[in-house]
Nanobody, 122 residues
Framework: EVQLVESGGGLVQFGGSLRLSCAASGFTFSMYPVAWVRQTPGKGLEWVSH????????NYAESVKGRFAISRNNAQNTLYLQMNSLKPEDTAVYYCAKYITLGSVWIPFDYWGQGTQVTVSS
């Protein structure tokens, strides 16, 4: 059974930092690209960042570029999101998600975690 379990969310002040983790199991983690996606009541779902299976390819939404860093540890089947210089507009439920792959094509998403709440106070 595929499982993605996020942790590390919480309440932080404007300008603070948090590190999210996502523990993966039930599939060969090192073979798949994965992503962070966030959801807010007002804006709906927003893709935040993704990382290739070997960790060398990363990309970020403009809203978080320069402040967030995605990484992965394939030996520990874990995905990370380091979030710095947090703003109130980063407040959301953060999900990790696994891409489907067809050759070099990435198709979002066949599995999601349960999410972790991040709240940034002003």
């Amino acid at each position: 059974e595929v499982q993605l379990v996020e942790s590390g969310g919480g309440l932080v002040q404007f300008g603070g930092s948090l590190r999210l983790s996502c523990a993966a199991s039930g599939f060969t983690f090192s073979m798949y690209p994965v992503a962070w996606v966030r959801q807010t009541p007002g804006k709906g779902l927003e893709w935040v960042s993704h990382i290739g299976s070997d960790g060398r390819s990363t990309n970020y939404a403009e809203s978080v570029k320069g402040r967030f860093a995605i990484s992965r540890n394939n030996a520990q089947n874990t995905l990370y999101l380091q979030m710095n210089s947090l703003k109130p507009e980063d407040t959301a439920v953060y999900y990790c998600a696994k891409y489907i792959t067809l050759g070099s094509v990435w198709i979002p998403f066949d599995y999601w975690g349960q999410g972790t709440q991040v709240t940034v106070s002003s």
